[in-house]
């Protein structure tokens, strides 16, 4: 009896997850079903399921990334302290976007935001930090809500992959 009701349990919470369409065929016919709509059907919508997109995020991660987006500025001449920044800031599961100064037009933007052009800086929604310094990342970065640890399973950011350390 008890594997019978563990089954319906696991029955009833998939069924539950699982996504619907609703679509008009060619007679003109409401259908809605669990399976997805020929090629030939009208006025395709999907039903339950998950409506928003997904990307992995938590609701405070996300809330911090739109109010307050992180952009690290670095050069292909920076090597340890971009290194280092790259590394704080994905220990810490910062979605981040990275800046690699290529044209006059983004050493001026850099210029603007901390006053000269200084590798590594860094963008907190409006504050700025030149240079590394973990504790000033980590303060800019805990002043806008971001988490102090990655979460399980997330991915590094930034544009270039982490170096190999070498013994």
């Known amino acids: 009896m008890r594997p019978l009701f ?3 349990l696991v ?7 699982a996504e619907s369409y609703r679509w008009v065929d060619a007679t003109g016919r ?11 059907a009208k006025s395709v919508s999907k039903l339950g399921g998950n409506h928003e997109k ?9 809330k911090a ?13 920076c090597t340890t302290d971009c290194q280092q920044a790259r590394d704080t800031l994905n220990a810490r599961g910062i979605p981040f976007s990275e800046k690699m100064l290529q044209k006059a037009e983004d050493a001026n933007e850099l210029k603007q935001l901390v006053g000269d052009v200084f590798i590594p800086s860094l963008k907190v929604g ?8 973990a504790g000033a990342y980590n303060n800019l970065l805990d002043l806008a809500g971001y988490p102090k640890s990655a979460p399980y399973g997330s991915k590094p950011s930034g544009g270039l992959p ?6």
């Open 126 to 133: 409006k504050q700025s930090f030149r240079g590394f310094e």
């Open 54 to 62: 997904s990307d992995g995020l938590s609701f405070a991660l996300r």
């Open 30 to 40: 409401t259908i809605i079903s669990d399976t997805p709509p020929p090629s030939t």
């Open 65 to 77: 990334k739109e109010s307050y987006p992180v952009i690290l500025y670095t050069s292909a001449d």
């Open 162 to 167: 982490p170096v190999e350390k070498t013994n």
């Open 6 to 8: 563990i089954l319906c």
């Open 11 to 17: 029955l009833a919470s998939t069924s539950a997850t």
